[in-house]
């Protein structure tokens, strides 16, 4: 194979593969992600209707140590959900936190020299003061600034979009037996509202300049990227006014944004993280993916294998792309110890092979496997990249299986190895030539539970 030029220390962070935090602040016991607001807004006011704020509370010394911890390239925090619940002392509700977390994260997050984002949900707000131009109260993915003419249409607009979030993700919630608690679909009330998207857009820029202005982060990670509603308006006003700023769309990884830094999208599996890997390896574009850590963004129980994550976030770096774990807080903003506990052990698995992932550029070629290498083992999967003036192979165990394993590499296309290292381990391999083919045994103890990289060097 021939090597190509890496031109990956001359970029910028954003630009590199690398591995993230998002912390979460919408998980509640008993609330899953589609809510009923009319219900949960009522939770949280005093008999005047003014915010009695109950958490989740936020820990944020302790989170941007944790993230310093484990060795994040970068980190988020999510500034307003879709309650609209705002955790910076904004001027424009008073639907916030007593305490302004953004500042300390921001504060904080400096001090630790992390770049920083903060996730906005732009979309979707819930806070009480837009009932009057909110299309449906009780649901979550109700459009509050979509742009048609005809207002009727936008709460079924609105309920077909849950419908179809449900066709997305039954087959995942039965296939990996998520404990899902809660129904999509209830009674839903059509209740009159007046049609004024530019009530909320206003509200949203306001906001956002607010953010930029006071806080200074290195970027605004807005969920989630639809032409029809505040997409657009965004890209123009950040292109306009901050233009050094990063922005980033969620859902964005499969579209044509006109503006915005690098592109996300979510991965919540192995099978999804190892297909959309595949999908987007060759990108011109920067970009990213994320997704629980925890079993669901909704459910914070710990997977019953905690190498899942190690996986999938393998899969995608080594694809060229970063990948974002979610990290969920508890009431009193703890973190769920054991997807915390995940993500440390993950954090200690990546540090000895950071750069192998940070400074790598995926390989050039099309399919889903290595051209000219032959695995014995079908639970493997691979997946070249070039580091330095080497190749490396990413050998994917998809379920976590050791065992003895031989690769076949044909003289074709691979003549020309010197010598085949085991990383990050720096561990010499013996290989050998059978029937014009090199063949390389790997035993089981040399296996790696996520990711084994070996390295292919040319040159001596």
């Not at 949203?204 to 990227?225: A, C, S, V």
């Not at 703890?334 to 092979?353: H, I, Q, Y």
Request: aromatic share 16%; charged share 30%.
């Amino acid at each position: 194979m021939n090597i190509q030029k890496n031109p990956n220390q001359k970029k910028e962070w954003w630009e590199k593969p690398g591995f993230s935090i998002q912390y979460q602040i919408e998980v509640r016991p008993g609330w899953v992600w589609n809510r009923n607001y009319e219900k949960f807004n009522a939770s949280m006011m005093d008999e005047k209707g003014n915010l009695t704020f109950n958490g989740p509370f936020c820990k944020m010394k302790k989170w941007v140590e944790f993230s310093k911890k484990v060795g994040v390239d970068y980190h988020m925090f999510e500034t307003k959900w879709h309650d609209g619940i705002c955790y910076w002392d904004t001027k424009y509700t008073k639907w916030k936190t007593p305490e302004d977390y953004v500042k300390i994260f921001s504060d904080e997050s400096k001090k630790a020299g992390i770049p920083f984002l903060f996730y906005y949900s732009s979309i979707f707000d819930h806070n009480p003061q837009f009932d009057d131009i909110q299309p449906l109260r009780e649901i979550t993915p109700s459009f509050i600034a979509i742009h048609n003419e005809n207002k009727e249409t936008i709460p079924e607009y609105s309920m077909n979009y849950l419908k179809l979030i449900w066709d997305m993700t039954k087959t995942e919630i039965e296939e990996r037996k998520i404990p899902y608690k809660g129904e999509f679909f209830y009674n839903v009330k059509f209740h009159d509202f007046k049609y004024n998207p530019e009530k909320y857009e206003d509200y949203l820029l306001k906001q956002i300049r607010e953010l930029i202005d006071k806080y200074e982060p290195d970027g605004m990670w807005m969920d989630w990227y639809w032409n029809d509603a505040s997409t657009p308006l965004i890209m123009d006003f950040m292109k306009k006014n901050y233009p050094y700023t990063l922005l980033i769309f969620n859902v964005s990884i499969d579209k044509h944004p006109k503006y915005a830094t690098y592109l996300s999208g979510e991965a919540h599996d192995v099978i999804t993280a190892w297909k959309s890997g595949q999908r987007y390896r060759n990108k011109k574009n920067p970009w990213e993916l994320c997704g629980p850590a925890a079993y669901a963004w909704d459910v914070p129980q710990a997977r019953p294998d905690p190498y899942e994550i190690f996986r999938i976030a393998a899969i995608i770096m080594a694809s060229g792309g970063k990948y974002c774990f979610g990290l969920p807080s508890q009431i009193d903003g703890e973190l769920f110890p054991e997807p915390a506990k995940n993500v440390d052990m993950f954090g200690n698995w990546f540090k000895l092979r950071h750069d192998l992932f940070t400074e790598a550029i995926p390989m050039k070629y099309k399919g889903d496997k290595v051209p000219g290498i032959e695995i014995s083992e079908e639970q493997f999967g691979t997946i070249g990249s070039i580091y330095e003036e080497d190749n490396l192979i990413h050998l994917i165990s998809f379920k976590g299986l050791k065992k003895d394993i031989t690769l076949n590499f044909s003289q074709e296309l691979w003549a020309d190895i010197k010598k085949i290292v085991l990383e990050p381990h720096k561990k010499e391999l013996e290989f050998a030539k059978k029937n014009g083919n090199i063949i390389l045994l790997l035993a089981k103890d040399d296996i790696d539970l996520a990711d084994t990289i070996i390295r292919i060097v040319k040159k001596q």
